[in-house]
């Protein structure tokens, strides 16, 4: 429990409570003094001066319909249709005034007595601002209609102006005595349709003119509304209003970073709203830019450089809003990721600071500790801000300096005193300062000099005098190649056509890359790489602004350069990549199939235009991020190779799902759909996708399967087709989407020849023909393949069907020592045309001992004995075929294990030779030996002859 106020403070209080009974009595209003009412109002007296003004003015507020009106929790908005204007302007001030003062009592009431939090306050305080701007306007409409008719285009539509609000009003998170941020704009031109007619420019200026007098001019009644109209454009010098025409070209050729940020709060307030939301339409491009927007840091120092100019002139240090640790700071900080990503991420674009900072959250680009220190500070900041001031409904942001005013300010926050909110405060805006220099800090990392060294290096490069003995002597070795690409890459066409900017991002960038380059392992091949990706973003300044920015982004960079051939040229080819390689975020990923299939159609859903192309362009961007991501995990050994193979399966499984569904859909949009229920049609994966066992750089083996009963439907579009041929450019359209090269990259390489009949038959099948040719026709090596087989896309039910289909074909019962021979010469076929081993490297895949036999052992086994354990028949993955072998009694433990561990390993190094664009084969050291051998054991004593009796100790 607090301690009781000062005897000052209650002096106060009393001596106001008591001059209210009187003006109430002087006026015949009854004031009841029951149900807490005198603690409220004087818990109000504490905090606020402007209340208690506002009851000596208006006394009948405290009447018990005044009361009822305070105790409201209905906004202004509920009554302001009812507030009549007078057709003076002098009594429609006043009205508006009067109203203002009341609603604005109400607020105080609500607020210091605790009967809304923070969030409904800001909010109710901006709908009535909004309420009192469209009653404004709505007077000066007519009022302007009256002497000049109406507005109108040039086709004589009706005009109306619009009222856009920026700021805290925009956001829907007003403070008390803010001003408010406007701009004011127009559709089209014409004119007015009066007996005076005005030009549509001259005429929206003059009603401009006059709502802002409505609100603004100060009167006997004080004032309605502070407006600030200085964010239109060219300011105090711009017009007051201009048409949708000139705002666009105004802000594509003249708009300044401060006004990207600016208009992410930005709304329509009054006029109509449809208006509002096509001219947030033509200007989303200018604030949210279609890639990752670095390049918004710039505009953020440029902002806080102002702010702290004038923070120091002024001797802002303890404002609430501008100082260190400030409300501002914290809205940097949230905007600032808004911009960079909201291109990108539509779930970013709104507008509160709250909601924006709960997107950014839930998005992962702001962690949960973070958010959380960042939400407190704001809290409590813009608690103590309203309470500032609402003690004498001032403009202000600074703490009072007497004491009595601090006590009061303390006391209404339910603090015991000054210096334990004053303590408060100092430790939340410790912890913005905290935060928002992280956010600043990559600057000071950037502007950290380079080796002198170095920029020499880059400067002869420049100059054309470099040479490969210069570079071998500054660490780089051999430096023929690299001196080459050094001297060519300042003469680059794309560089030539830099901005100033960009180029002097550029010559900042170059040497700190070399320094960071030549302390990799691999310093040749890392530069080299990072010489070809200037160039490649030569013309995108805001991938130059990432790695400028973050020296984080920049150091992982060079690192994975040197680390991952693959890797670069994904990032090379795909500069997007960029982004992951700052931020990873492996925890955020979705690696589950339902999970992915939903994060693409969020992905899709958040395009402003759904057409084929577009969509396809997304889901191939998404691949690639993901895929990069899962490359990232792998090669700084956060996740292991089974994981990482069977993630990349799931994100080919939902791919392949999203590319199928564009495609029926684009199909069914040009020749109507089949009859009957789902889309009869089925993807079977077969391979390493339908194995959970795919590598970064896999194709897919595909079979495409229908329900032969629609065959000789005909579908219901204008332009119908029999069901076959509806089907046959179904998987003709899956396989092309899937395979055609995009602006964003190609998604996959699809390989069909695992179809009936492989490449002489049919691209898809019926479902009969399918089974047919696996019951009869069907080689062992057919079987062995459908054992990996399983549904990854299409009809649920004709999936489930070929799934039971799978089951009883290979259940049959099949002679043991057939299948044993049948399997051993398939694989002794295959290593005789595809093993690449020899004494010094070992083929990962296809040598003796190595993945293939893992994977040929387990087939045999499962094809041998699912007749009499079908149990076996439920799993396709490698790792979990193992495990169901062992449980089958088909692998002793000692046996299972060491599969597993050869299994895994050998995965491992499979990948690995993948990120590095090496062929899968490795030097043949002790542990591999030692893997392959104990492979080979637990072959041989399987009873699966794999190498010929003459090769069975040769070191293939």
Known sequence: MNPPESAALRALIDERYRELERRCRAAGVPLHDDAGVAERIRRTLLASDFAFDTWCRQPQLLSPQGLDRLRSGADAGARIDALPLPDDEAGCMAALRRFRHAEALRLVFRDVNALDE????????????????????????????????????AQGTLQHLLVIGFGKLGGSELNFSSDIDLVFAYPHGGQSDGARPLDNSEYFVRLGR???????????????????????????????????????????????DWERYAWIKARPVAGDRADGKQLQELLRPFVYRKYLDYTAFAGLREMKALIDAEVARKDLADNLKL??????????????????????EPSLRVRGLLPALAACEARGHIGAQRARRLREAYVLLRRAENRVQMLRDAQTHDIPDDALSRERIARSLDYADWDTLDAALAEHRAIVSEEFAAVLMPEHGRVAAAPVADVRLWERACDETLDAATLEASGFVPAAELADALLKLPQASAVRAMSPRSRERLDRLLPQLLGA????????????????????????????????????????????????????????????????????????????????????????????????????????????????????????????????????????????????????????????????????????????LGGEELGFASDLDLVFVFDGQRAQAMSDGERPLEGYRWYQRLAQRVMNWLTVLTRAGRLYEVDTRLRPDGSKGLLVSSLDAFVAYQQSRAWTWEHQALLRARP?????????????????????????????????????????????????????????????????????????????????????????????????????????????????ELLRRALACTLDLRSRLAPRDAPLEQLRASVRGVTDALGFAFAPAAEASAPR
Not at 123 to 148: C, D, H, I, Q
Not at 676 to 684: D, H, R, Y
Not at 823 to 851: C, I, N, P, T, Y
């Open 323 to 344: 100082g260190p640790g400030g409300i501002r700071e914290i809205e940097f900080i949230v905007q600032l990721v808004q911009l960079i990503r909201g291109g990108r």
């Open 517 to 688: 380059a030549r302390a990799t392992p691999a310093p040749v091949p890392a530069l080299l790489r990072l010489c070809r990706l200037m160039q490649a973003v030569a013309r995108r300044s805001s991938y130059l602004a990432l790695l400028d920015e973050q020296p984080a982004a920049r150091r992982r960079l060079v690192r994975l350069f040197a680390d991952s051939a693959f890797l670069a040229e994904r990032v090379i080819a795909q500069p997007l990549l960029l982004d992951d390689v700052l931020d990873p975020r492996i925890d955020q990923l979705p690696f589950r199939r339902a999970d992915i299939a939903a994060e693409i159609s969020r992905v899709l859903g958040a395009l402003d235009e759904r057409d084929a192309e577009t969509e396809l362009e997304r889901i191939t961007e998404f691949r690639s991020s993901t895929a990069f991501r899962l490359g990232l995990a792998f090669n700084d050994g956060r996740v292991d190779a089974e994981a990482t193979a069977r993630r990349l399966a799931a994100l080919a499984e939902s791919v392949v799902g999203a590319v199928l569904a564009l495609a029926e859909r684009d199909l069914a949009a040009r020749h109507g759909r089949l009859p009957g229920e789902g889309s009869g049609f089925a993807v079977l994966g077969y391979g390493s």
């Open 210 to 256: 006059q709502l802002v007098r409505l609100l603004n001019e100060p009167t006997m009644d004080g004032i309605c509304a502070r407006v600030d109209m200085r964010l239109r454009p060219f300011g105090n010098a711009g017009r007051l209003a201009l048409s949708f025409a000139a705002m666009e070209q105004y802000y594509q050729s003249e708009g300044r």
């Open 792 to 904: 990854v896309a299409g009809d649920a039910a004709l999936g489930a069907e070929l799934a039971a289909v799978r089951r009883d074909i290979l259940a049959v019962p099949r002679e043991h020592a057939a299948v044993l021979a049948d399997v051993a010469s398939m694989r002794q076929r295959w290593r005789a045309e595809r093993d690449r081993s020899d004494e010094r490297q070992f083929d990962l895949k296809q040598g003796l001992g190595g993945l293939l036999d893992i994977e040929f052992a387990l087939q045999g086994l499962v094809l041998a004995h699912a007749a009499q354990q079908p149990q076996l028949l439920g799993v396709t993955a490698n790792a979990a075929l193992i495990e169901a072998c062992r449980g089958a009694g088909l692998l002793d433990a000692e046996q299972a294990a060491t599969l597993a561990a050869a299994h895994a």
């Open 118 to 153: 923070l969030p409904e306050t800001l909010s109710a305080t901006s709908v009535l601002y909004e309420s009192l701007l469209g009653k404004a306007l709505a007077w000066a409409g007519e009022a302007m209609a009256a002497r000049y008719g109406r507005s109108r285009d």
